[in-house]
T-cell receptor, first 112, second 115 residues
Framework: SQQGEEDPQALSIQEGENATMNCSYK?????LQWYRQNSGRGLVHLIL?????REKHSGRLRVTLDTSKKSSSLLITASRAADTASYFC????????????FGTGTQLKVEL | ETGVTQTPRHLVMGMTNKKSLKCEQH?????MYWYKQSAKKPLELMFV???????ENNSVPSRFSPECPNSSHLFLHLHTLQPEDSALYLC??????????????FGQGTRLTVV
């Protein structure tokens, strides 16, 4: 299976704290992406990091990629209650065409 | 709003019914996808279309029949489903195979319940 696996499966933090989620995958990739899903709704793209990049920022989001370890992390700084959602990593693996393979996700709960 | 619209948002159907899910995008994308999301399982890719041609069928049972009449519209025809087919069905669009930036834009999904 090519799919990514997120860790932890669930994370509960207080508002203002940072949240870190990890993703591991199995084969070489063109890029890795992170998506967010509010309960029962569609996924929203957050950030894409290419295989030749090591770190990327977007607002309060910071993504790292270590291709030697086949892993990525998503850091959300200064979390807010509105960040409560499920977060998924998706890999565009080499030779896979234009399809994305998703992990099982991390459920983040940010409490007031 | 992501620019991808799915209808209906909710659907309850009996096992002998025939129904269709619709997806529409006006983002100028040439690739469209159907995904299935069941509880506690990763998103499962079902079908991929590039320039209206089906390029991926991920061993999906024939009771699911996709149709892509043009690059903006995608349907999923449902017939003789089973209760285990109950799930959130997500449509997505993106750039076609061979193009850079394979970011996917998702619709809000259709919550399907088979009774």
């Amino acid at each position: 299976s090519q799919q990514g696996e997120e860790d932890p499966q669930a994370l509960s933090i207080q508002e203002g704290e940072n949240a870190t989620m990890n993703c591991s995958y199995k084969t070489s990739i063109n890029n890795l992406q992170w998506y967010r899903q509010n309960s029962g709704r569609g996924l929203v793209h957050l950030i894409l990091i290419r295989s030749n990049e090591r770190e990327k920022h977007s607002g309060r989001l910071r993504v790292t990629l270590d291709t030697s370890k086949k892993s990525s992390s998503l850091l959300i700084t200064a979390s807010r209650a509105a960040d409560t959602a499920s977060y998924f990593c998706a890999t565009d693996f080499t030779g896979g065409g234009n399809k994305l393979t998703f992990g099982t996700g991390t459920q983040l709960k940010v409490e007031l | 709003e992501t620019g991808v619209t799915q209808t209906p948002r909710h659907l309850v159907m009996g096992m002998t019914n025939k129904k269709s899910l619709k997806c529409e995008q006006h983002l100028g994308h040439n690739a469209m996808y159907w995904y299935k999301q069941s509880a506690k399982k990763p998103l499962e890719l079902m079908f991929v279309y590039n320039f209206k041609e089906q390029t991926e069928n991920n061993s999906v049972p024939s009771r699911f029949s996709p149709e892509c009449p043009n690059s903006s519209h995608l349907f999923l025809h449902l017939h003789t489903l089973q209760p285990e087919d109950s799930a959130l069905y997500l449509c997505a669009s993106g750039r076609a195979r061979g193009e850079m930036n394979t970011e996917a834009f998702f619709g809000q999904g259709t919550r399907l319940t088979v009774v």
